[in-house]
Structure formats: structure tokens, C-alpha cells
């Protein structure tokens, strides 16, 4: 195991870096947002840190309607699974078998998935 390859990001030491580069670049925007003049439409923009917290929120609620979906579009595990053949399989079968038959097995030929 001594020849496993070495990622980047194996190293924990690379991980804290990352993540106090990203902290330190939320620093740096945060600060700016004293600094740079926006043009706001209405007066709830002017308020300090406005967008990171819209953005926060809009983030928590995409996750909580999200959350409140998969009540309803969940699927069993066995969903997809194969309980036995239905009557589209047989028939794609044998659609399958005419196909052979027609243009020879091993033609190679053609691109079509058979």
C-alpha cells in the first residue's frame, strides 16, 4: 500500500489551508461590502450584509423544500428492481432476437445497440 497515489487534499494540513483561504476571502468580501457603492433598487439592500444572508437563507430553504419533496417523489429501494418480466421486456426481447436474426449476429456494421 506504500505505492497508493497522493492527492492534494489527503493531507489534512492542504484541507485547513483551503478552508482558511475561503474563510479569509469571506473576510475580504465582507469588508468591501463597507467600501463599494451598490445601486439598490429597494431599501433593504443598503443593510449591512444583506446578501450573504440572503443568500444563507435562500440556501436553508431551498433544503427545507427539498426536504418536504422527497416526501412525495421518493421511491422505494426496490423500485427499479426486476420482480420478473413484464410484458415490455418480453417484447423488447424479442425485438432484440428479430434484430439478430435480420442482420446477422457479429455484422458490426451498424451502431445501433441490440
Do not use: Q
Request: overall charge negative.
Amino acid at each position: 500500500m506504500e505505492n497508493e497515489k497522493k492527492y492534494l487534499f489527503d493531507k489534512p494540513d492542504n484541507v485547513k489551508r483551503l478552508l482558511h483561504f475561503l474563510y479569509g476571502c469571506c473576510a475580504v468580501l465582507l469588508a468591501l461590502d463597507f467600501v463599494i457603492h451598490r445601486h439598490v433598487v429597494h431599501s433593504w439592500e443598503n443593510l449591512w450584509g444583506f446578501y450573504p444572508l440572503y443568500g444563507f437563507v435562500g440556501c436553508v430553504v431551498l433544503v427545507l423544500v427539498a426536504t418536504w419533496m422527497r416526501t412525495f417523489l421518493m421511491r422505494s429501494e426496490d423500485y427499479y428492481a426486476d420482480e420478473g418480466k413484464t410484458e415490455y421486456a418480453e417484447t423488447s426481447d424479442d425485438v432484440k432476437n428479430n434484430i439478430t436474426k435480420k442482420h446477422g449476429a457479429g455484422s458490426g456494421d451498424d451502431n445501433v445497440d441490440a
